[in-house]
Every structure is written in C-alpha cells, then in structure tokens.
C-alpha cells in the first residue's frame, strides 16, 4: 500500500544532543510537510518541500532545518534540542500543494 | 485570517449511535479537511471536501459553502471509532491548513 512512513516512532535525545527524524513515502507525491504538535495543540506547520524548492514558515526557529535527498525521503534535524521540543512531530505528503494531505503515524520526541 | 470552530469538543456514545460532528469557518476556503487522530498517535485524513458530499464506508462527510459549515457524520458507531476528530481547511489560494480544536470522541461499548 502506497504510504508516509516515519522513522522512529519514538525518539529519546538529550538537551543539546542533535537529532533527525526520518520520513519516506510511496505516494510519488511533489509535495512534503513537517508539523510540529504539543499536547493537546493542534499541528503547526515547520516547512515543506515542493520537489526541491524549501520553504521555511516564518516562526520556525532556526534551530530546525530540513533536508530532501529525493522525491521520496524528507529528514528533519533539530541541531540543539531544547525542553520545548519536545512534541510529536508528523511529516505528511501532498500531491501538489492545495490537495489532500496525507499523514505519517509520527515520531514522538522526548528531550531529557 | 480563518477561524475553524468545532463542536462539540468532546462527545460519549453508546457503540450503535449515529454521530455527528460540526465544523464552521469564517473566511471562504478552497478546500476542508476531516482527519483522525487516535491517542499518542498519528493522523489519518479521512475526507478532502470542496463541495457536496463524501460517503466511505460508515462516515459521511458533508460541507455546505454558502454557510461555511461541514459535517462529520458516523453511522453505527463503535469504540474503535474513539479518537480525535479534526476539522482543517486550506484558505482560498493557501496551502497552509487551519485547523480546528478537534472532538474528542469516545464510544461505550
């Protein structure tokens, strides 16, 4: 089945302690996003590649980048992580932009 | 910017009820979302709706533009139907969602 996978499902780091979070998907699709969710909060947008075009939010800290090797893989890596990064983080895919989004099962990250 | 309104916010029912979930927004929009959200996990976009109506298997999904108001209806619902369910829309040329509190569903068996 065509899908958004993400790797770990769960990740423990450090405070400091870099770390990335994986995502890859089956769909062929143009577009992938990465939302950041806290408890009991809706998502929050981060960034998004459209093909290899990066697009940043505007509140997104520094302290977050992206990469895309390819059409299939998106990677997120948090260079410095603090307390408050701690949150599910869901990576989801879209055909073009303005289409259905389709999520990952996330990756829950823990900083202690 | 859009306002995305659900109610209610949590809502217990008996496994076989019919349920029905609402979502309101207050600017036009290009499209709207229904997506599922169990406890601790990942969400699952049950619905992209831009007019009318979409039926799979026991959810029903309608949206009426003029009122700027969708409906999530469950028929025959179970307990594993409990979970988070949210409304988000795309505004008119945005890519960016705006999503809603969500409806915290919880069915008895």
């Known amino acids: 089945d065509a899908m958004v996978i993400q790797n770990p499902r769960y990740q423990v780091t450090q405070f400091g302690k870099p770390v990335t979070l994986s995502c890859s998907q089956t769909?062929?699709?143009?577009?992938m996003y990465w939302y950041q969710q806290k408890s009991s909060q809706a998502p929050k947008l981060l960034f998004h590649y459209y093909d290899k075009d990066f697009n940043n939010e505007a509140d997104t800290p520094d302290n977050f980048q992206s990469r895309r090797p390819n059409t299939s893989f998106c990677f997120l890596d948090i260079r410095s992580p603090g307390l408050g990064d701690a949150a599910m983080y869901l990576c989801?895919?879209?055909?073009?932009?303005?289409?259905?989004?389709?999520f990952g099962p996330g990756t829950r990250l823990t900083v202690l | 910017k859009n306002e995305v309104e659900q109610s209610p916010q949590n809502l217990t029912a008996q496994e076989g009820e019919f349920i029905t979930i609402n979502c309101s927004y207050s600017v036009g929009i290009s499209a709207l979302h229904w997506l599922q959200q169990h406890p601790g996990g990942g969400i699952v976009s049950l619905f992209m709706l831009s007019s009318g109506k979409k039926k799979h298997g026991r959810l029903i999904a309608t949206i009426n533009i003029q009122e700027k108001h969708s409906s999530l209806h469950i028929t025959a619902s179970h307990p594993r139907d409990s979970a988070v369910y949210i409304c988000a829309v795309n505004g008119a040329g945005s890519y960016q969602l705006t999503f809603g509190k969500g409806t915290k569903l919880s069915v008895i068996p």
């Open positions: 989801a895919t879209s055909r073009v932009l303005q289409t259905e989004q389709f």
């Open positions: 769909l062929n699709h143009n577009v």
